[in-house]
Nanobody
Framework: QVQLVESGGGLVQTGASLKLSCAASGRALSLLNLGWFRQAPGEEREFVAA????????YYADSVKGRFTISRDNAKNTMYLQMNNLKPEDTAVYICAGDTGSWGSSARPRIVGAYDYWGQGTQITVSS
């Protein structure tokens, strides 16, 4: 089993930056491909960014490309999401997820159902 715990959320103003962390326990993070998703009230969970187990490849939703950067430190069993130039539409609960499967294309990282493990989420609220 894997436990994923997010941290770093909060209330910020438009244009601010935040860095989220996702810490893993119970299994080495290096064995997992990882992703960040977000879910706003009344909305479906949507893909934000993902990174392969090695960190060599990353994927982003068009809405965050150029503003968000995903990274990982397998030695620390932690994944990160650096978020810059935050906008009110970024307001949501941000959730990290782990996938034990292999990613043969750029499609799988974006699919909610592909992931085996999920954290509880951390709230980010961006005020205008």
């Amino acid at each position: 089993q894997v436990q994923l715990v997010e941290s770093g959320g909060g209330l910020v103003q438009t244009g601010a930056s935040l860095k989220l962390s996702c810490a893993a326990s119970g299994r080495a993070l290096s064995l997992l491909n990882l992703g960040w998703f977000r879910q706003a009230p009344g909305e479906e969970r949507e893909f934000v960014a993902a990174i392969t187990w090695s960190g060599r490849s990353s994927y982003y939703a068009d809405s965050v490309k150029g503003r968000f950067t995903i990274s990982r430190d397998n030695a620390k069993n932690t994944m990160y999401l650096q978020m810059n130039n935050l906008k009110p539409e970024d307001t949501a609960v941000y959730i990290c997820a782990g996938d034990t499967g292999s990613w043969g294309s750029s499609a799988r990282p974006r699919i909610v159902g592909a992931y085996d493990y999920w954290g509880q989420g951390t709230q980010i609220t961006v005020s205008s």
